[in-house]
Nanobody, 126 residues
Framework: QVHLMESGGGSVQAGGSVRLSCAAAGLPYNSHCMGWFRQAPGKDREGVAGIGSKGSIKYADFVKGRFTISKDNVKNVLFLQMDNLEPEDTAMYYC????????????????????WGQGTQVTVAS
């Protein structure tokens, strides 16, 4: 059984930092496409960062160099380091994974990945 579990969310002041983790258990061996997504109240879900099967990375334009996605392939944990947070970053953050081989750009644009986590809330106060 596949299980993606996010952690690390919370409340932070603008300009602060948060590090999200996504522990992946039971993923098929070929689930190499992974990404972080977010959804704010009243808005559509959007991709934040994607990491492809060979480690290529793509960020959404709004990241502006503030976030860093990384992955521990041994422990199968996906990370998102978020620095210089803005109130507009307030959202529920989800990790997702899909099978096959892909680029980071593809992972960022995944619309229907096979596996989703339950999400972790990040709230940025002004």
């Amino acid at each position: 059984q596949v299980h993606l579990m996010e952690s690390g969310g919370g409340s932070v002041q603008a300009g602060g930092s948060v590090r999200l983790s996504c522990a992946a258990a039971g993923l098929p061996y070929n689930s190499h496409c992974m990404g972080w997504f977010r959804q704010a109240p009243g808005k559509d879900r959007e991709g934040v960062a994607g990491i492809g099967s060979k480690g290529s990375i793509k960020y959404a334009d709004f990241v502006k160099g503030r976030f860093t996605i990384s992955k521990d392939n041994v422990k199968n944990v996906l990370f998102l380091q978020m620095d210089n947070l803005e109130p507009e970053d307030t959202a529920m953050y989800y990790c997702a994974a899909d099978g096959g081989y892909c680029s980071g750009a593809y992972a960022l644009r995944m619309t229907s990945p096979t596996y989703w986590g339950q999400g972790t809330q990040v709230t940025v106060a002004s």
